[in-house]
């Protein structure tokens, strides 16, 4: 069963993929997509932009947002 799940969420991804660089569809920009595996449903919630967010708020220029190192906020020690 698990194996059918990814392979499911991953064609939706590359879906929404192709559909981006191609410039065609709808995307999901703005919308959650959410699947029920066992009932197999899906349900889809629409999101509000955060106009605060330090990342996508009003403003906010890329250039601007700073990267962190991962391993060290995860206390990874490789």
Do not use: H, W
């Not at 709808?26 to 330090?54: V, W």
């Amino acid at each position: 069963m698990l194996g059918v799940l990814c392979g499911v969420i991953g064609s939706l991804q590359a879906n929404e993929a192709i559909k981006l660089l191609l410039g065609i569809g709808k995307s999901m920009a703005g919308r959650l997509l959410m699947f029920d595996a066992l009932g197999l449903k899906f349900r889809e919630l629409k999101l509000r932009r955060d106009p605060t967010c330090p990342t996508c708020g009003e403003g906010v220029k890329p250039e601007n947002i700073q990267l962190i190192d991962y391993q060290e906020f995860c206390n990874v020690r490789l």
